[in-house]
């Protein structure tokens, strides 16, 4: 499985070089939650940094599966997930570190989008690229799988992976906003006015 995920992640392999074993979601899917819970819980209170890794591994399964579905090829649902759950974990553990850094300038410039282009609440140059090299990186792993997993041309995938990714992004956001307004788990900086 290791060995699989690097190759994915260099783009020598695809999803169906991935071991097939649908007992894998049993390690792969609570490894995914926890990389996201900690990735989530840099900007955001635990309770919810848990509703939003969640809920970013459900929509990641649903929006395969649906995916997959449309194209007529469920059958390859459980290597494309679990390569994408194991290439995501990967890439979101290396994203933690810069994300972690750079957290007093994200929650400034969060609640106050004026100050982006203030020079004290600008990001340091060299974690802002590694954060976006890092995350170009993950699109593109994630947009090769997705092309070999539907057969898609590249240009497809890529308009796919973008379409899902800014789908996962609205639904996790809104999921966590609702939910933490339900259960009174927002802070007061992150409700709405």
């Keep these: ?11 020598r392999a695809g999803p169906q070089d991935f071991p097939f074993d649908p007992g894998l979601s049993r390690v792969l899917v609570p490894v995914a939650v926890l990389v996201n819970f900690l990735l989530a819980s840099i900007t955001l209170p635990p309770a919810l940094a848990v509703v939003a890794a969640v809920v970013t591994v459900f929509a990641l399964s649903f929006s395969t599966r649906t995916m997959l579905r449309l194209r007529q090829v469920e059958n390859r649902y459980d290597q494309t997930f679990h390569a994408l759950l194991a290439t995501s974990s990967v890439i979101s553990a290396l994203v933690i570190l810069p994300t972690a850094k750079l957290k007093p300038q994200i929650l400034q410039i969060a609640q106050n989008p004026e100050l982006v282009n203030n020079p004290e609440t600008m990001l340091p140059p060299g974690l802002a690229l590694s954060l976006l090299l890092l995350l170009t990186w993950s699109f593109m792993v994630t947009a ?22 800014i789908s996962l ?17 927002l802070p007061a900086s992150l409700g709405t006015p």
């Design 144 to 165: 090769s799988i997705y092309r070999q997993a539907a057969g898609f041309r590249m240009p497809l995938a890529v308009l796919v992976a973008l379409l899902i990714s």
């Design 169 to 185: 992004q609205v639904f996790v956001s809104l999921a966590t906003s609702t939910i933490g307004s339900v259960f009174g788990l």
């Design 1 to 11: 499985m290791a060995r699989a995920t690097l190759r994915i992640l260099l783009f």
